[in-house]
């Protein structure tokens, strides 16, 4: 969703001025300016793209259980990688006791990232999107099932255009109410393109610079380790360790990071056999020295 392609009118007779109503034939599709991907849910190993020539990606969660700081970590990853503009809006601020702190969190991790709280029910701050939705510009709507995408929408358009559906209240999940993606004009001459909510966004096409970006201050660490191949276990000089220690890093900050880290890695690894060749041979040099290792040790016995 969001290709933008070459057409040609279709003339009913020869001189005739093309009409629209006799349809058209695409002749190329156009180079694409920004995609937002991830892998297919799944065990296949293939890009699913989500949007593309997307301006703005709205990464929309809610400020109900289903408010997880880990999980917006994860999109703005994806959507660094993407080239796209992202901003975080935090729905449902009415069911929150304290909006501006959740804000002011979100704003501390997302490190120069828009940060907005409204709600999209009550259409209260919506006044706040309008940097983002001037005429000609194209916006994408993700976050998982049951963050109000679809109530967004209704709000933005001035009518209930799309179905929506109350939380689950035996799982305490979403319903998707959506279920294809679709581009939807809005009165202000910006386009919004609607998605289905998301189980579980797998990282494709995601680079170690997009995952160091969202983690700036996490990596601005790593690289002040004593050791280029820090392990951050027990190695002396480790940034990292110290930074945990002392309380200067969050834990769950580190371990959402490290986990991206091993995800894009091995993402990449599927992807070129050469990477996958020498990550093979690297551990076979690690397996001979833990090998020589123990020789040396049991001849000293």
Known sequence: MGDWVAIRLRT????????????????????????????????????QILAANVDTVFLVTGLDQNYRP????????????????????????????DPAGAVAEISALA??????????????????????LSPGRTVALLGSSGVGKS???????????LETAALSTAVNKGRHTTTHREL???????????????????????????????????AALVACCRFHDCTHRAEPGCAVRTALEDGTLDEGRWQSYAKLQREQAYAARRADPNLARAERDRWKKILH??????????GFE
Do not use: M
């Open 111 to 132: 490190r120069g990232t828009p940060v907005v709280a409204l709600s999209a029910a009550l259409g209260d701050g919506l006044d706040a999107l309008a940097p983002w």
């Open 289 to 298: 020295g833990h090998k020589v290792r123990q020789r040396l040790e049991r």
């Open 184 to 218: 939807i004009p809005l009165g202000s001459g910006a386009l919004v393109i609607d998605t289905p909510g998301l189980r579980e966004l797998q990282l494709w096409g995601v680079d170690e610079a997009a995952v160091d970006e969202t983690f700036g201050d996490v």
């Open 70 to 97: 880990r999980r917006i970590e994860r999109y703005l990853a994806v959507a660094r990688a993407s080239g796209a503009e992202a901003v975080v809006l935090l729905n449902k601020s009415d069911l929150h006791a």
């Open 151 to 161: 109530t967004l929408i209704n709000r933005l358009l001035g009518t209930a255009r």
């Open 12 to 47: 009913v007779s020869l001189g005739a001025v093309p009409d629209p109503a006799d349809g058209a034939d695409i002749h190329a599709v156009l180079p694409r300016q920004t995609c937002f991907s991830r892998r297919a849910a799944g065990d296949r190993d293939d890009e």
